[in-house]
């Protein structure tokens, strides 16, 4: 479903990612864990064009990324990224009114589902100072399941949650799982990760440095930078 085909990304003379490949099937969950400053948001952001590459490619269902296809990946960010300035409802519908061409009360209706699913009918009007962080996540997920997303991306979804909120906002992504929506996750959730993966992916240094199944990864690592990152989160 995607094919990232050795990619290099810079920023000036700084190199991010170097040589980075990976594939991910459809219906595949693939969490990314590493360091901080490895690389994992920057790959992300490669994946839905919000930063160039040098080289190498990036192909959904076989076609090379461009403006199009890349609606095809609905990203969820670690700060929510909401309109402060629109109801919960406004910021779902936003994309599918302005960018799809929907009509705003057939968007309505689906993002009225989406609250829904995601647990906050009662919150279409609310703004999201209003919201807790849990629930301002919850409705970023719902905004980006709005446009219809054939690969979700999430990057460190629960990383600006109290403590106590996480619960909520893994629980809809489990959710999303039982439905077998592809999904490639950056998470410091050793525990979720490992529960949720078909695969776990580890970066460290602009580089894919391991990756496998999450036994394979968390049990029996080969890389030895793996074991001193996971020590951290025992
Ligand atoms: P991670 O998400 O794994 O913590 P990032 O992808 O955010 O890592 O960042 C990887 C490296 O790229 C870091 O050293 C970071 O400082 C650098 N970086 C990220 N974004 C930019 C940018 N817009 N300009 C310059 N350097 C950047
Ligand atoms: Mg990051």
Known sequence: MIEVIDITKK???FTVLENVSLEIEKGE??????????GKSTLLRCLNRLEEIQSGSIKI??????????????????????FPHKTVIENIIEAPVIVKKE???????????????VGLSDKENSYPSQLSGGQKQRVAIARALAMN??????????????????????GVI??????????????????????????????DKGKIV???????????????RIKSFLSRFL
């Open 29 to 38: 969950i693939v969490t990314i864990i590493g360091p901080s400053g490895s």
């Open 149 to 170: 997303p054939d690969i979700m991306l999430f990057d460190e979804p629960t990383s600006a949650l109290d403590p106590e909120l996480v619960g909520e906002v893994l």
């Open 61 to 82: 269902e076989g076609e090379p990324v461009d403006k199009n296809n890349c609606r095809k990946l609905g990203m969820v960010f670690q700060n929510f990224n909401l």
């Open 210 to 224: 391991e990756q496998g199944s999450p036994e394979d990864v968390f049990e029996n690592p080969k890389h030895p």
């Open 103 to 117: 009509k705003k009360e057939d968007a309505k209706k689906l993002a009225r589902k989406l609250l829904e699913d």
């Open 11 to 13: 920023f000036d003379d």
């Open 174 to 203: 489990k959710e999303l799982a039982k439905e077998h929506m592809t999904m490639v996750i950056v998470t410091h959730e050793m525990a979720f990760a490992k529960e949720i993966s078909d695969r776990v992916v580890f970066m």
